[in-house]
């Protein structure tokens, strides 16, 4: 799933690349993806695209006019910049991954694309922002958070720290992979609990959050979509690499799983070299 800086690095990459731009047309191939009605997709034609920004997970493109395409890829969804389009055809609706389809003046635009059966890329046509459900829940950016914002927020949601940071009405833009990785780095269980974590623990994860994205964002802003998952695997640590080194410490990466999902964590760096009960096996992961 892409995460803050993944998502910074698709609003910088259109802030190059598509700013200034007037749109030709956009076209909806995948009618569930587009969560609006008001304004109609043809609202968007003529207008220049005057910015791209990020809110959480969200990308927003603005256009002239203040009106706003704003999508949240989740899981599977990504966002393909193209030159040239193959042909002046318009898109088939329900035929393969490509949800929209913004195609501008000078023969170049972007496709949003979701691959798999699980269809659920959002994107929003709105005047106000605020009007996107998601983002009006949102709770403060977690790399732009202070500490005292910080640590009152993982304080006001009794719970496990890893779930916690995760909740996007707590802090926005954390995901399952950085989420892993911040909590390596911090040397935090992902089981622990947000209300029993000391001001120094919370000191630690906070300096924790803010190395882990702002150093992904600074190897991901200025890369070509095209590169940015190649990118955010190569300078992960613990998260996908069960049964792997840890590169800090050296024992083996191990693995929680769940219903829908799993995390990643190392025993010594993390659990006092403990391992962690598997929820879904109701085993040890071994």
Same mark, same amino acid.
């Given at each position: 799933m892409p995460e803050l800086p993944e998502v910074e690095a698709l609003a910088g990459y259109l802030r190059q690349r598509a700013v200034g731009r007037r749109v030709d047309r956009l076209e909806v191939a995948a009618i569930s993806a587009l969560k609006t009605y008001d304004p109609a997709p043809t609202e968007v034609a003529g207008?220049?695209?005057?910015d791209a920004r990020r809110h959480g997970k969200f990308l927003d493109v603005v256009f002239e006019g203040d009106l706003h395409l704003v999508v949240h890829l989740a899981r599977a969804g990504w966002l393909?910049?193209?030159?040239?389009?193959?042909?002046?055809?318009?898109?088939?609706?329900?035929?393969?991954?490509?949800? @929209?389809?913004v195609r501008l003046?000078?023969? %170049?635009?972007?496709?949003?694309?979701?691959?798999?059966?699980?269809k659920k890329l959002a994107a929003y046509l709105v005047t106000d922002v605020a009007a996107v459900p998601g983002v009006a829940k949102l709770g403060p950016d977690a790399l732009a958070s202070d500490l005292p914002t910080f640590a009152e927020r993982l304080r006001s949601r009794r719970g496990q720290v890893k779930g916690v940071l995760t909740d996007?009405?707590? @802090?926005?833009?954390?995901?399952?992979?950085? %989420?892993?990785?911040i909590l390596h780095a911090a040397k935090?269980?992902?089981?622990a609990i947000t209300d029993r974590l000391t001001d120094e623990q919370l000191a630690t994860l906070h300096a924790a959050t803010r190395q882990i994205l702002g150093d992904a964002v600074e190897r991901s802003v200025g890369q070509r979509a095209a590169e940015l998952k190649g990118e955010k695997r190569s300078g992960l640590k613990v998260h996908a690499r069960t049964g792997l080194p840890c590169p800090v410490c050296g024992d083996t990466v191990r693995e929680v799983s769940f219903a829908d999902s799993s995390l990643q964590y190392c025993p010594t760096c993390q659990t006092?070299?403990?391992?962690l009960a598997d929820r879904r096996l109701s085993r040890l992961v071994r």
């Open positions: 207008r220049a695209v005057v393909h910049y193209r030159e040239a389009f193959p042909s002046g055809t318009p898109l088939r609706p329900g035929k393969g991954p490509i949800a @929209l389809r003046d000078d023969g %170049s635009g972007f496709d949003l694309t979701e691959a798999g059966t699980q996007q009405a707590v @802090l926005s833009g954390v995901g399952n992979a950085y %989420s892993d990785e935090l269980s992902p089981f006092g070299g403990k391992p």
